[in-house]
């Protein structure tokens, strides 16, 4: 199971005050150097963290992979299609919620997306639906092409009984082993921590993580490289 860094509560920093500091993109590159095997940034239409500056100095630096995680609209396809992330996560965008609050309507939205998954596909950049757990969902994203799932686990993440959350943990198993089946890689994230992860990584079917927030925390402490290795080394325990 790999490990990709969000880092998109390092640019939240720096926009608090206005200014340039911290960088975004420098925080990509001593994760990468820690061990992070990509790098996940979302260019939201309101910018209200990463901007289009980060996105391209991003895209000439990041050596492992980039993951743009973006909403299907005009101007967002437009900016992927310029910089050519690896990876194009797909995800709903509201503009009152604090972060991502749930997965796409990948069923509800089958006509639209097929198009923009062609259109990111012509240029080569692989394609992600962000979704919730639920077997139309990764289904749905199947029917429009694209290449992988990141299946949601907020509701796992924020669970607090020990018996709802292993039994989430077992449906988050059980989808990711279907999704694998019908020739989709799997990607997971939201929310994960360093003690939730433990468990989560015996769902084998999962290729990678997507872990922000936590990281970012725990580099308040301890820096960015050792918060890192830290996720790194309860991955490889877990």
């Keep these: 199971m790999n490990l990709t860094i ?24 001593l994760a990468e150097l820690a061990g992070a095997k990509g790098i ?22 990041v050596k492992t992979k980039l993951d743009l995680e973006m909403a ?15 990876l194009a996560t797909l995800v709903p965008e509201r503009r009152q919620e604090l972060t991502t609050e749930g997965g796409l309507d990948v ?22 639906m962000f979704v919730d757990p639920i077997r139309e969902q990764i289904d749905a994203s199947r029917e429009v ?12 993440a924020n669970a607090r009984d020990e018996r709802v959350q292993r039994e989430l943990l077992e449906q988050i198993a059980e989808l990711a082993r279907y999704a694998r089946e019908l020739g989709l890689s799997v990607n997971a994230g939201h929310g994960l921590n360093y003690i939730n992860i ?17 990281i970012i925390s725990r580099a308040v402490f301890v820096g960015i490289d050792a918060a890192v290795k830290e996720m790194l080394e309860a991955i490889r325990r877990g």
């Design 6 to 29: 969000n880092i998109d509560h390092i640019a939240t920093l720096r926009e608090a005050r206005g200014g340039v500091e911290p960088d975004p993109v420098t925080a990509a590159h």
């Design 198 to 214: 433990g468990p989560f990584t015996s769902i084998k079917e999962i290729d990678e993580v997507s872990i922000g927030h936590a």
């Design 40 to 61: 996940v940034c979302h260019l939201r239409e309101d910018r209200r963290h990463i901007n289009d500056r980060d996105v391209r100095l991003l895209r000439e630096t």
């Design 145 to 156: 092409e694209a290449d992988t799932v990141e299946i949601h686990t907020g509701e796992y």
């Design 72 to 86: 299907a609209t005009e101007e967002i396809i437009k900016i992927a299609i310029d910089i050519l992330p690896e």
């Design 107 to 128: 069923r509800g939205n089958r006509h639209h997306l097929r198009g923009v998954v062609e259109e990111l596909h012509k240029h080569d950049i692989s394609v992600s």
